[in-house]
C-alpha cells in the first residue's frame, strides 16, 4: 500500500479520527456562514452534516463506526444544554416581566405545532403509527423519541422530523420574522425556540443574545408542555 493508504488505514482505527472530522466540517460550515452574513441557507448545521455524510460515504464508513469516534459530541449536548441557563439567569428579570405572555405563547404554540401536524397528516389518511411519530417533532430529540414511543409511534421517524423541523425553523425564522415585522428580539427568540428546539435556539444565539435566552427558555418549556399535551391532543384523532 502506498504512505497515503497505510496513513488512511492507522487514522480510519483511531477513535478520535470522526470526532476530528466533525470538528472540521463544523469549522468550515461555520466560516461559510460567517462569509455568508449568515445567511438563513447557510447554516453551519446543514452544511457540516452534507459534508460529514460525503465523507461517510467516500470511505464507506457506517454509521455505527462513525459514531463510537465522534460520540464525545453526543455526551457534551448535555452539559452544553446545561449551560443555557447561564444567559437566563443573566435576563431573568425580563424573563419574569414577561411571564404571562410567555405562559399564553408556550400553550398556543405547542397546541398548535402539536395539531396543525397531526391534523394535516390525519386529513390525508396517515396511519396512527405516523401520526404519532409526527405529534412530538417540535421538542428536542431525547423527549420527542420517547413521547412518540409511548404513544405507538416510531421514535427513529420522530428523530428524522425533529431534525428536519429544526433546520427548516432555524432557516425560515429571520426571513418570516421580517415579513411579520415583529422585530422584539425576546419574540423572535421564542418563537424559534418553541417551533425548532435546539437547532432555532443557536439560530437564535447567532442573531441576539436576548433572543437566544428565550429562545432557551422556550425549548425547555415546551418540552414539559408538550409531554402534557400530546397525549390529551392525540385523542382527538
Avoid: C
Avoid at 488512511?8 to 461555520?30: C, Q
Avoid at 405563547?105 to 396517515?126: E, F, H, K, P, Q
Avoid at 425547555?220 to 382527538?236: D, S, Y
Amino acid at each position: 500500500m502506498t504512505s497515503v493508504e497505510n496513513l488512511w488505514v492507522y487514522l480510519h482505527e483511531t477513535p478520535l479520527l470522526w470526532l476530528t472530522i466533525t470538528l472540521a466540517a463544523y469549522t468550515i460550515a461555520d466560516s461559510v456562514s460567517v462569509l455568508a452574513r449568515r445567511h438563513p441557507i447557510s447554516n453551519p448545521i446543514i452544511i457540516a452534516t452534507a459534508l460529514i455524510i460525503a465523507a461517510l460515504v467516500i470511505t464507506g464508513t457506517d454509521y455505527k463506526t462513525y459514531f463510537g469516534g465522534a460520540q464525545f459530541v453526543h455526551f457534551i449536548l448535555g452539559p452544553a444544554t446545561v449551560a443555557l441557563a447561564i444567559p437566563l439567569v443573566d435576563n431573568f428579570k425580563q424573563i419574569r416581566r414577561a411571564a404571562i405572555p410567555i405562559t399564553l405563547a408556550l400553550v398556543a404554540g405547542s397546541a398548535t405545532a402539536i395539531i396543525t401536524a397531526v391534523g394535516t397528516a390525519w386529513l390525508l389518511g396517515a396511519p396512527h403509527e405516523l401520526l404519532m411519530s409526527l405529534a412530538p417533532k417540535s421538542v428536542t430529540t431525547p423527549i420527542a423519541m420517547g413521547l412518540s414511543e409511548t404513544l405507538g409511534g416510531l421514535p427513529s421517524l420522530t428523530a428524522v422530523l425533529v431534525v428536519t423541523t429544526g433546520i427548516f425553523g432555524a432557516i425560515a425564522v429571520a426571513p418570516l420574522m421580517n415579513v411579520l415585522k415583529i422585530t422584539d428580539p425576546a419574540a423572535r427568540g421564542f418563537a424559534v425556540g418553541l417551533a425548532s428546539h435546539g437547532m432555532g435556539t443557536a439560530r437564535a444565539f447567532q442573531a441576539n443574545v436576548l433572543a437566544g435566552s428565550f429562545a432557551g427558555l422556550a425549548m425547555g418549556l415546551n418540552g414539559l408542555m408538550t409531554a402534557l399535551l400530546v397525549p390529551l391532543l392525540t385523542l382527538l384523532f
